[in-house]
């Protein structure tokens, strides 16, 4: 549907809504590339500082998913200003610019709408060199697939609304959201060189966004299912039926291209298509550096990362082991 709104070309963008990317690249010249991406959701938990944190950690995901550096950020608001108060709407915009200012970039005003929903996030300039631009598609046979987050945050807060989780399992899945995906500000130099693909997990869950990775080459990737690292509660949470609706319309939409192992438990396989807010990253890594990338990703806080796959011939298809 969206292949059919005009869009004017120019040489200089370098990738669109039409490429599968996680943000819009525009060349800058001299090897400088612009990442301009925007973002926002409704909230996910009550809290209007933990939710705007979570918000603007989720935008600014896609700069770093592409291994830019994040410059200038605008606020994108909407809130219900006649039954809401207005220390709420602080409170979101107050988070938003902790992680702005965590992630090292400049926030610079935004725009605001009434709306019956609060609704907040990001639009964001960022910029990577053209040599260390990671790109969702680029992987190669043989590379490793390493993710940085556990899985679950739909899950998990499914569960809670619907009060069959606790405050100490939505406590946990908050933590993970509200992380930075700030790989490219804090990874050693020859150990960012040798990741060929990366994209983030957020709407289309684990598996819609490992098919990204093989969307445009003749390759597979093979999932280990008992390797994926989920988040406290997520498993037991979704073998009660505490599934949202999102995973299962990606089931739906992806299911043709995956070809899921015998063994693997419903439970599980619900968690790969569970979708995530400020999900982690998946990186297709050179196979002689993913034990010291794994190592170093555990020492800088990401503490579940794991290698869950490998990419190997085919033809576009996820096998789940």
Not at 59 to 72: E, I, N, Q, R, W
Not at 164 to 173: R, S, Y
Request: net charge negative; proline share 5%.
């Amino acid at each position: 549907m969206l292949m059919e709104i005009p869009s004017l070309r120019d040489p200089r963008l370098l990738s669109g809504w039409d490429n599968g990317e996680d943000a819009a690249l525009w060349s800058l010249g001299d090897g400088r590339i612009a990442i301009l991406t925007l973002d926002f959701i409704t909230p996910i938990v009550d809290d209007p500082v933990l939710f705007g944190e979570i918000a603007a950690a989720n935008a600014l995901s896609d700069v770093f998913a592409m291994g830019g550096l994040p410059k200038v950020a605008l606020n994108v608001v909407a809130f219900p200003t006649s039954c809401e108060p207005l220390e709420v709407l602080k409170g979101i915009l107050l988070g938003g610019a902790r992680k702005v200012q965590e992630a090292g970039a400049c926030l610079a005003g935004g725009h605001s709408v009434q709306d019956d929903e609060p609704k907040y996030g990001l639009s964001v300039y960022g910029e990577v060199h053209e040599d260390r631009l990671w790109r969702v598609t680029g992987a190669k046979p043989g590379d490793g697939l390493v993710l940085t987050k556990p899985l679950g945050s739909g899950i998990l807060t499914t569960a809670f609304k619907a009060g069959m989780a606790g405050e100490e399992l939505l406590t946990g899945a908050v933590t993970w959201m509200a992380m930075l995906n700030d790989l490219p500000r804090r990874l050693p130099e020859d150990i960012l060189t040798a990741i060929r693909a990366a994209t983030d997990v957020t709407g289309f869950g684990f598996l819609g966004h490992c098919l990204d990775m093989v969307s445009s080459s003749d390759m597979d990737v093979e999932i280990l299912s008992s390797k994926i690292p989920s988040m406290e509660g997520a498993l037991e949470m979704a073998a009660m039926g505490m599934v949202p609706a999102g995973a299962y319309s990606n089931r739906e939409h992806f299911s043709s291209r995956v070809k899921m192992g015998e063994h693997v438990k419903l439970e599980v396989q619900d968690l790969l298509y569970d979708p995530q807010t400020s999900g982690g990253l998946l990186l297709a890594v050179d196979p002689l550096r993913e034990g010291e990338l794994i190592k170093t990703l555990r020492e800088i806080g990401f503490t579940k990362s794991e290698l869950v796959g490998r990419f190997k011939e085919g033809a576009g298809s996820a096998m789940i082991l």
